[in-house]
Every structure is written in structure tokens, then in C-alpha cells.
């Protein structure tokens, strides 16, 4: 191998370690950690942090970088190599326009903030975190002016989380699938309502722990390199290729929230477990931009999980784990798992009214960054938009303006993502089916193979190297598209609500 | 604060915080981490000993300690400054004997070593150790010579265990103890034997542990900072004042096993979160020499956890949770988890004989440092030892030489310390009485309280202050004795064998 990606190579390896060590610190920190740890901890995290970005911006790194433009330029554009050299150089470039000292700040507000947030969230005190937002704000423009030429502020913080997707085009494509979800919203609302108290009864815990991981491993999410905890708030993290976990909680009423949160932490975790081995180690594991990592989350939670012919076959294994279902119908099942009803909480949204909560959220940050809006209006224009869009009203804060961690953790730029992989991840899934017909008879038995595979070699195992537009071009996609989400959705809930 | 010391607790603090997130990542390795995970978590504990390495011996952290010498003598010896001072000084002149390639090789040796005995243990394969095992001897003779003018060559290994002791006196103390020791384990021997078969039923997992958890928590052991998992070897670890973890494993058949396990590493654990709090993120933090922190956990698993009187009060709870011991006599159960018997194992040895378990092989340690024993004779030194020593046979490598892990991860040095942690228990337990009286009636009530808190203010609290002879002075212990230890062995186990 060349002798300077070698360096390159064990460079990066060291950057990625110091993250995945830190990401170790994390997840123990949000399934096992004895409340006195947490002060030692957050200095530790800290530390790692402060460890990792003084190796990310390093000038022998910038150096060494610049003496590989040759040899990237000689190599394939998608071969790893290339990609390791033009990502780290990326990851370089960014880093290096961060100030360490505002980074240094930056951190320790997220810690703050999150500790004020958590604090202030049982009791709906806004006031507490107000002072906490308008920091989160002010840090946010001050990261965009770090990127001095963008053409919209959120844009330099939006690729942090999906490079190179621009808040302009976000705002085209909410505009067009706006007008095409609250009419579909409104047929619904008016047709007859679907019951869904069928769902609560009592569901032991390790009986529903049990369950979804037979659904997880059947899905392909393998346990050799990864494992399942309980945590108060789910998500997935990556430690390696070899090491990806997910967590869940449970809610002993109502067995359907866990369950399809396991599905949703195992479409990441899949996706995480799916890069090519080779790229272990390397800024190039992992995925690429958020948008596609929702879509892979979004697309087996629903596009599968909630699809008829996917509880065709596990209906019986259900009824057989919890008798509770003897009394209920298959169908009446299926319609109660994807009920629509226009809520509060965005987390716990139906696939219909699901992106709208995310508007709500992306015209506000756009709102922010224009200047449009302060942190001290928040509370007011949340809730009006909840209004006007959702027809609820927030009856506190804790139940508004207060629900999601990201702006109380300093993320702002986000959101975006969840609305784009639900779009995803029906061109995803179409594409898949279009390539291997045979997908969605497999799912009506119980198999995943085909689909899994499929998704491992055009997705998965291509990991970071490539955008989230070359992706999508890579698989004929052109680019992201409202219609074949809709197409669903029309098609889906259609057949549910008899419309 | 001075500057200067300020710069040095910052120092010190990253240091210890990069060792802190390394036991994390070792705690999750031995307790939750999927197969999957091993080869990158070696490489991510790799780059945090490195790091702390470079940390170690950075020549600005020697001028710092250089200018602070002035300061040093002004302040009191006792005060934490000074402390920390002197015990960071220390710490880096023993890390800057050691040449940075020479510990990277020798890390690297550690975890390749341990794989091999992980594979070779459970088919006695010597051969395949053996190589591994003459590299630790290398790398021990070597680790020896980067400090000349040691009086024996073990002395610097043992250093790193417990500062300022020495072979010579280890040598002298072994030569009282087991000529006090032989006589007695013949004369039990002669006795009628104790039936402890009695331990032997079902005792379901779960039920253990919660047991296990109400003792830890009656004794001292703080679950706000600490928690207990399982493991396949028990050990306790530190990541913080904060959160100190213990481990245990469970052997379904003999309650015993798990419970005084736990009972000894929430002795450890114990130590770990009484340091002062005001030691925390300091080298001061933690324990003083091994001896001292092995007496801590034989404290309270033998002299208090295997007393009649300790027993007098868990009994009536011990067969409310097992109603197999209902048709066992208290005195039969006594005398059954206090049962002599010469054996193979060092973990599963009893009190009396347990101790010449270490000198076998602590003399073999010596032997080896002294170029009378090849690594390659080993086994045979071994078998001949505890042929004349304990009278057992080992039909097995895996129940001989390849029993304990120390040598098999690189560690020479350490082994004396569990027997002298023996004499120190009776020592330190003998001071509290001696000041506190109503320290015996209390554990006959189930109450540990002015034990813990006269061992919190006279031991725990000043963490790594002290040496251990340093320490047994503050506590008018004069020096190691061997003859406190012998009485108590004589006087209980003279009760229990009628001799």
C-alpha cells in the first residue's frame, strides 16, 4: 500500500477509535451507569472528545492529505481509497473551520443544556431552558458563519447530518408533500376511525424482549455483533463493524411500541452491521448521509414491519406469546398498528402524519437562522403551527416545544432527515422490488434474505464512501421523490380506511 | 491554588480519565460485549494505553514536577497536595524508565498471551502457552533491568503493585507463615472433617444475586455509585469515586461460590468509594498497595462474611430465601463455608491453606527472576510443589500451571499480595476493635456501620496517599505480622476442628 494512505490510514483509525471509544462511554451511560457516575463521566466523554478533534485537526493531517491529491487523483472515484482520501478530507476540511475553543464551549453547552432540559421536561419549564435555547441559537449561527458563502444558514449545519443536501431543496420538497399529505390527512380524518384500544392489555417484559429479538433476528440483524438493552430513551450505537447495538424500552400495556421501536433500532443497526469489512476502522464505515440511515430504519419499521403480509406470518407467533390476541383479528390488528390519528408527540406519530410533526420542527430551525423567529417565541409558534397543521394543542410544553432532545443537546439542522427517509425509503423499497420481485412474497413468509442482501450490496456495505444523492444515483434513483411515498401511503391506508 | 498545581491536577486528570474509559471499555468486554466486538475493542483499549502512555511521560509533566519541588517541601507530607506531588512524581519516574516501544510490545503481548491461554486452558495445552509464557518471563527480566540496583530483580515488578516492598522481606514473612501454617493444616487434617456437601441443592440465579445485592448493600457497598453483573471471572473496577462496579458469577449447585465472591470484591469495591471525594480524577484516588487493598476484600469476606456471628444473623434470612438449609444446623453451615481441605485451585482454597497456594507461587515467581526455573520447567515445578506442599496432584495443566490468568496477560510480581492482604485483614480488623469494641457485638446484629466508617476514616479515605507500610504506621501497625493472622486461624479454626 501506498505509504502516505497507510498514514492516513492509521490516522483515521485513531480518530474513529476515539469516537467509538467515547460512543462505548455513551451507551453505558444511557443503559447501566449508577447515578454517581455521572459527573466523572461527562468529563471523560469530554476528554475523548477533546482527544478526537485535536487529531481531526491536526495540520500533518492537512499536509498529508494534500501530499494524496496525486495518487486520488490516479484512483477510481469509488474505489475505497479514493473515497477514504476525499471523506477524510472532508471530515479535515469542516473540522479545521471550527475553532477548537468554540468547540470546547460548544461541547460542555450540550451537557449543560441537556442536564437543564432534563430537568425542566417533567415540569414543562420553559423557563429554565430558555436560556439554554437561545444559546443552542446563537451557537448555530455562529457554526454557519463558520462556512462563510452558503446560501442558506441551516445549510452548513444540515451537512453535519446529510452532506450536501441544501435547505432550499428540503423546503421544495416539504412544500410539494405538504400539499399532498393534508388532503390525505383530511379523507382520513373524516372516514371511520380505526380501533386500537385492542392493543393494550398486560405483556411481560422478557416475553416482549424475547419476541422482538426472534423479529430482529429474522430480519437479519445479527446478535454475534450487536446485542439488545433496556434504556429510558432507544437508539442504536456503533462501537465497529463487529459491534453494533441497539436498545429499547417497554411499555407493559401497550406491546406495539417496543416492538416496532426493535425493527426501527434494527434497520440502523443493519445498515451499520452491512459495511464491507474492509472498511473497518475508517471514516468510510457506518452510513452515509441521515436521510439514508432513516430510510433504512423507516423502511423495515414500516414499509415491512407494518405491512399485512409481514404479520400474515407472524400473527400466529404473536397470538401463541400472548394470548391477549386470541380475541382479535388479524386485521383488526394490522389496522390498529397503523391507525392515523393526528397526535401531540412526534415519536409516536402514525407514517401519515409523522412528517408533518417534521415541518413544524424544520420551519422553525429555518425560521431561527433567518432570524425570523427567537428562542422566546417558541413556545407560541410551536404551538400555533400544532394548531393549524395537526389541529391539536399542546396542553404544556412537556407535551410541545419541550418533546424532542436535539435543540436541548445544541442539534440543530436534523430533522429534515426523518422526513427524507420516509420519502427514502419507499424508492428504496421500490427499487429493491423492481431489481428482486420476489421480496414481497418472501415477507409474507417470515424471510428477509432477498431483501437484506439486496439492501447489503447497493447500500449497506458501500457504507459512507458515497453521498446520499450518489447513492440514490447509483441505484437509478435520480433523486429524492415525493410520489412513490405517496403512491404508498394513498395505496396502504386507502385499502385501511377504505378510502 | 498554585498555578502550577493546577496545571499538574489537569495533567493528572486526563490520565486517569483515559485509564477510567479503558476500564469502562474493559468492564463492557467482560460482562455485555458480543463476540464480534473483541478485535476492535483490542484495538480501541490499545490507543487509550497509548495515549495515557504518551500522557505519562511527557517531558513538560517531569518540569512541571521539577518546579514544583519547592512547594512540595513546604507543604505538609500528609497534606493531598503534597500527595499528589509525590505520588505523581513517582508515577512518572517509574513510566519514563520504560521506553515507549518496548510498552507498546509489550501490551501487544498481553492481549495476544491472554487469547492463547483463553484457547489453550480448557485443553491443558502447556505447549501452546508455553511460548507466550517464556515472553513474560523475557519481558519480566527485562522490565526488571530498566531500573538497576534493585536488591532482588522481582523488587521492581512488585513496585507496580505494592511500592516500596521487597522480595527479601516477602521471602521472610513466607518463611514464618508457613512454618506456622503446616502444622496446623496437619493437625486439621487429623481432625474429624467437616461435611460440606450440605451447600449443595438448586439455588435459582436470581434469587442469589438479590441476596447477594442486600448483604453488599448491608456492609457498605453504595449501589447509587456502584452495581453488580455477571461475569465469567469476577473482578471489580473503577471508573470514577462515583461508580465503582463489582462482578459475580453464579454457580447454580453451591450458593457459596456467588456470595462470598461478592462479599470479597464489595470489600474491594468498598475501599474504591471511600477515597476522600476530594481525591477524585487524582493518582490518589483509589487504594494504597495491593497487600492493603487484598486485606479490604478478605476482611470482609472471611474475617467478617465467614464468621459465626455474621452468620448468627443471616441464617434465619439465608433459609427464608433457600428453604433448602431448613433441615441444616447453623453450626453445620458454619462449619461447612469454613471447611480445610489442601486443594488444587487457588480461588476455591480455603482460608488456612490458601496462603500456600501463593507462596508456590511466589517462589516460582522468584525462581524464575533468578534463572533457577525455565519457563519450560514449569509444570513441573508446579506439581512437585503442591505434590509436597498441599499433597494434591494436578491431574491437569488446566488445574496446575494454567490455572490463574496473571502470568498468562504478562503479570509477574503480584502474587504475594493476597497472602500478605491474609496477615493485613486480621491486622486492620484487629486495630478497628481495638478502637471500636462494639465493633464484634455489631456483626452478630447484622450492623457494619462503625466498622465501615472506622476503616473509611483510617484506610479508605486517604485512597493512594499512603504506602502501605505508611499506612499500617498511621494505624501504630508497626510492620506486616505474621502471628495476628496465625491466632485467628488457631482460635476459629480450633473451635470449628476441636483441636
Same mark, same amino acid.
Given at each position: 500500500m501506498d505509504k502516505g494512505l497507510e498514514q492516513l490510514k492509521a490516522r483515521m483509525s485513531e480518530i474513529m477509535d476515539l469516537g467509538h471509544a467515547a460512543s462505548v462511554l455513551g451507551w453505558d451511560q444511557m443503559t447501566y451507569m449508577p447515578p454517581g457516575g455521572a459527573e466523572a463521566r461527562g468529563r471523560q466523554q469530554a476528554l475523548l472528545g477533546k482527544l478526537a478533534h485535536e487529531k481531526s485537526v491536526d495540520p500533518a493531517l492537512g499536509k498529508l492529505l494534500d501530499s494524496l491529491k496525486p495518487l486520488e487523483k490516479k484512483l477510481d472515484y469509488d474505489s475505497d481509497e479514493a473515497s477514504l482520501i476525499r471523506v477524510s478530507r472532508r471530515g479535515y476540511e469542516t473540522a479545521t473551520k471550527v475553532p477548537t475553543e468554540w468547540a470546547a464551549r460548544y461541547y460542555k453547552h450540550q451537557a449543560d443544556s441537556y442536564e437543564a432540559w432534563i430537568k425542566a421536561r417533567p415540569k414543562s419549564d420553559f423557563k429554565a431552558v430558555l436560556p439554554y435555547l437561545e444559546k443552542t441559537n446563537k451557537f448555530a449561527h455562529e457554526y454557519a458563519d463558520f462556512f462563510p458563502g452558503y446560501d442558506h444558514p441551516l445549510d452548513p449545519l444540515i451537512d453535519n447530518f446529510? !452532506?450536501?443536501?441544501r435547505a432550499k431543496k428540503v423546503k421544495g420538497i416539504f412544500k410539494e408533500l405538504r400539499s399532498d399529505l393534508v388532503p390525505l390527512v383530511k379523507k382520513i380524518s373524516k372516514a371511520e376511525q380505526v380501533d386500537d384500544s385492542i392493543l393494550s392489555s398486560d405483556f411481560p417484559e422478557e416475553a416482549q424482549l424475547a419476541f422482538g429479538r426472534a423479529v430482529a433476528t429474522d430480519l437479519g440483524y445479527d446478535f454475534q455483533r450487536g446485542r439488545v438493552d433496556r434504556t429510558p430513551h432507544p437508539f442504536t450505537t456503533t462501537f465497529s463493524i463487529g459491534d453494533v447495538r441497539i436498545t429499547t424500552r417497554f411499555n407493559k400495556k401497550v406491546l406495539s411500541e417496543a416492538l416496532f421501536s426493535t425493527i426501527h433500532e434494527s434497520g440502523h443497526a443493519m445498515y451499520e452491521q452491512g459495511s464491507d469489512a474492509k472498511l473497518e476502522a475508517t471514516p468510510l464505515a457506518g452510513g452515509a448521509g441521515m436521510s439514508i440511515h432513516e430510510s433504512q430504519s423507516r423502511l423495515w419499521e414500516n414499509? &415491512?414491519?407494518?405491512s399485512l403480509p409481514f404479520w400474515k406470518f407472524y400473527y400466529p407467533k404473536l397470538v401463541k406469546t400472548f394470548?391477549? !390476541?386470541?380475541?382479535?383479528k388479524l386485521l383488526d390488528f394490522y389496522k390498529a398498528i397503523n391507525k392515523v390519528q393526528p397526535s401531540l408527540i412526534r415519536t409516536e406519530a402514525d407514517e401519515v402524519t409523522y412528517n408533518l410533526h417534521i415541518m413544524v420542527r424544520f420551519d422553525i430551525e429555518a425560521g431561527l437562522l433567518e432570524d425570523k423567529v427567537t428562542a422566546r417565541e417558541l413556545p407560541q409558534v410551536w404551538n400555533s403551527r400544532y394548531e393549524s397543521d395537526l389541529g391539536v394543542t399542546p396542553p404544556n410544553h412537556s407535551a410541545? &416545544?419541550?418533546?424532542? &432532545?436535539h435543540w436541548y443537546t445544541g442539534l440543530v439542522g436534523y430533522f429534515e432527515c426523518y422526513a427524507l427517509g420516509n420519502l427514502l425509503s419507499s424508492q428504496i423499497y421500490g427499487a429493491a422490488v423492481k431489481k428482486r420481485p420476489a421480496i414481497a412474497a418472501e415477507i409474507g413468509k417470515g424471510k428477509f434474505n432477498t431483501l437484506h442482501s439486496w439492501l447489503t450490496d447497493n447500500v449497506y456495505r458501500h457504507g459512507n464512501k458515497f453521498t446520499t444523492m450518489e447513492l440514490l444515483k447509483r441505484n437509478g434513483l435520480g433523486d429524492m421523490d415525493v410520489e412513490p411515498f405517496m403512491k404508498y401511503l394513498r395505496a396502504k391506508y386507502g385499502g385501511i380506511y377504505g378510502l
Open positions: 446529510d !452532506f450536501g443536501l414499509v &415491512v414491519g407494518r394470548p391477549h !390476541f386470541k380475541k382479535v410541545g &416545544v419541550m418533546q424532542d &432532545v
